[in-house]
């Protein structure tokens, strides 16, 4: 069973920098897609980036574009978020998430699209 773990939350202020990981486990196939979504207090998921297996192609979204960077280590099975100039508007909770459908190569930031979730981990960006 696929495993998902996240770390490197917390609070950050303004402008700061912050880098999630997210380790996998369990992974049954060598072509998966991989990706980040937040949710905001009281809002839906909100798909930040995504990343293939080989992490040569990646998306984000507009509102994340020019500020995160997602990354990949197959070797370690691990996938980085890296959160540059934060903002007040990026405090949520973000979760890690894959597709592992057989042959699945879309870099899809639709939540319906992904199979497996991390537990979620909190993210605040505060003065």
């Known amino acids: 069973q696929l495993q998902l773990v996240e770390s490197g939350g917390g609070l950050v202020q303004p402008g700061g920098s912050l880098k999630l990981s997210c380790t996998a486990s369990g992974f049954t196939s060598d072509d998966y897609v991989l990706a980040w979504f937040r949710q905001a207090p009281g809002k839906g998921h909100e798909g930040v980036s995504s990343?293939?297996?080989?992490?040569?192609?990646?998306k984000y979204a507009d509102s994340v574009k020019g500020r995160f960077t997602i990354l990949s280590d197959s070797a370690k099975n691990t996938v980085y978020l890296q959160m540059d100039s934060l903002k007040p508007e990026d405090t949520a909770d973000y979760y890690c998430?894959?597709?592992?459908?057989?042959?699945?190569?879309?870099?899809?930031?639709?939540?319906?699209?992904?199979?497996?979730w991390g537990q979620g981990i909190q993210v605040i960006v505060s003065s």
């Open positions: 990343i293939s297996s080989s992490g040569d192609r990646t």
């Open positions: 998430a894959a597709n592992t459908i057989p042959g699945w190569k879309v870099l899809s930031l639709a939540s319906d699209d992904y199979d497996s």
